[in-house]
C-alpha cells in the first residue's frame, strides 16, 4: 500500500495504510479497547519535542505499533528510538510487522539469487513496401 493512503476502519479510526486498517479492524472486532496515534511520553535525548505517536495504546496501556517499513534506515532508526524510549518508561510495545503483499513478494523472487528475469522485447518493425 502507497505511503499517505488514507482508510476509515470500522470503528471510524483513520488510519495510513492497509496494514494498520486491518489491524484497527481487528481490535475492534475482538472488542479489545484502543486509541490511534498516542503520544510517546516526553524524553529529553529520544522525543525531546514531545511529537513521537505510536499507532495504538490499548487500554492496558500496551503501546501496538506497525512495523511498515523495516528495510528504510531512516524508518528502522526511529523504531529502536521508539523500543528503547518505551523500555525506559516500563511500557510494554508490542511490534507488529507488516505482511507482505502479493507484488512485494513477487519483486522478491526477481530478485533472489541464481533465478533469471528475462525481459521481453518486441521485434523491431519492418517497413512495409508502398504498393
Known amino acids: 500500500m502507497a505511503r499517505g493512503t488514507i482508510m476509515t476502519a470500522m470503528d471510524g479510526h483513520l488510519c495510513l495504510s492497509m496494514q494498520e486498517k486491518i489491524v484497527d479492524d481487528f481490535l ?14 516526553p524524553n529529553p535525548e529520544l522525543n525531546p519535542r514531545t511529537r513521537l505517536r505510536g499507532d495504538w495504546l490499548l487500554a492496558n496501556g500496551t503501546l501496538v505499533e506497525m512495523w511498515g517499513m523495516p528495510n528504510d534506515p531512516m524508518y528502522a532508526a526511529r523504531m ?52
Do not use: D, W
Request: hydrophobic letters at 25%; a positive charge.
Open 28 to 41: 475492534h472486532q475482538h472488542g479489545i479497547t484502543h486509541e490511534r496515534e498516542p503520544f510517546y511520553p
Open 80 to 131: 529502536r528510538e521508539k523500543e528503547m524510549l518505551a523500555a525506559k518508561n516500563g511500557i510494554r510495545l508490542i511490534p507488529a510487522p507488516a505482511a507482505r503483499t502479493r507484488t512485494e513478494e513477487q519483486r522478491s523472487e526477481r530478485r533472489r539469487p541464481g533465478t533469471e528475469h528475462v525481459q521481453h522485447r518486441r521485434a523491431p518493425r519492418t517497413s512495409r513496401p508502398v504498393c
